[in-house]
């Protein structure tokens, strides 16, 4: 059994975050908080995790919102200490610049960076003897997309305000990892999987998160790009 502490993971009713909380609580995780918009899907992921005889709290809370926000830093705080937090939570819209209006522009930074960075700084403070922090970007942190300057302006943000916390945080122990995926068969975008040939699996991707996790706490991994080798054979 490994002992990975308290963790709070974001997004964790689909996608990445679910696939994360199962790996985590497979391999030993002791307590999870697990938050999403969606308490069905988020009750099921919990139960499933609690199977594994890992204690489990939820929260349901959308991230473009404040209540929303609120309610996810006050289900850390009930738990007095945090060792690793996973933001997986993400939201896009995708629209020529044209046609994209500014409520839809800052929703999608409110919840890819704005709050990321609230749940970062939240999280730390709850970290007594250093931690781990994954923040879940995308390869729109690196590469501009046609119909996609909002969701490339967030990815892009969270990855440089990473990089500007990792060295805020080093002195305290804390690690800040971004772990960036090409294309993954997920929910996202009002896609299904099986939708996204070639891509990424969300349990891949859990995968490379829980390294960076797991790994000695000297080792700062930094970063981390993920792509699928059969996109990468077929390109």
Not at 99 to 125: M, R, W
Not at 133 to 140: E, F, G, K, L, P
Not at 173 to 180: A, K, L, T
Request: hydrophobic share 40%; aromatic share 4%.
């Amino acid at each position: 059994m490994t002992n990975f502490g308290t963790t709070m993971i974001t997004g964790a009713s689909s996608g990445i975050g679910e696939a994360t909380a199962l790996h985590l609580a497979s391999l030993g995780g002791r307590c999870l908080i697990l938050g999403g918009r969606d308490v069905d899907r988020l009750e099921t992921v919990a139960s499933t995790c609690r199977s594994h005889g890992c204690r489990v709290a939820t929260v349901q809370g959308d991230l473009a919102t404040r209540p929303g926000l609120a309610a996810v830093k006050a289900a850390m705080t009930r738990e007095a200490k945090i060792d690793v937090l996973v933001n997986a939570a993400g939201w896009g819209a995708f629209a020529p610049p044209a046609k994209l209006n500014p409520e839809t522009f800052h929703k999608i930074l409110q919840v890819n960076l704005s709050a990321a960075f609230e749940l970062c700084c939240h999280a730390a403070g709850l970290m007594q003897s250093g931690g781990t922090i994954v923040n879940v970007s995308s390869d729109a942190d690196y590469v501009g997309f046609p119909g996609a300057s909002a969701y490339c302006a967030s990815k892009g943000g969270l990855l440089m305000m990473s990089r500007a916390l990792r060295e805020d945080l080093r002195p305290a122990g804390i690690r800040v990892c971004v772990v960036s995926p090409g294309r993954v068969d997920t929910r996202f975008n009002g896609k299904t999987p099986g939708m996204r040939p070639g891509a990424l699996r969300a349990d891949e991707v859990a995968e490379a998160i829980v390294f960076a996790i797991c790994c000695s706490s000297n080792i700062d991994i930094q970063e981390l790009r993920l792509d699928s080798m059969s996109r990468l054979s077929a390109s």
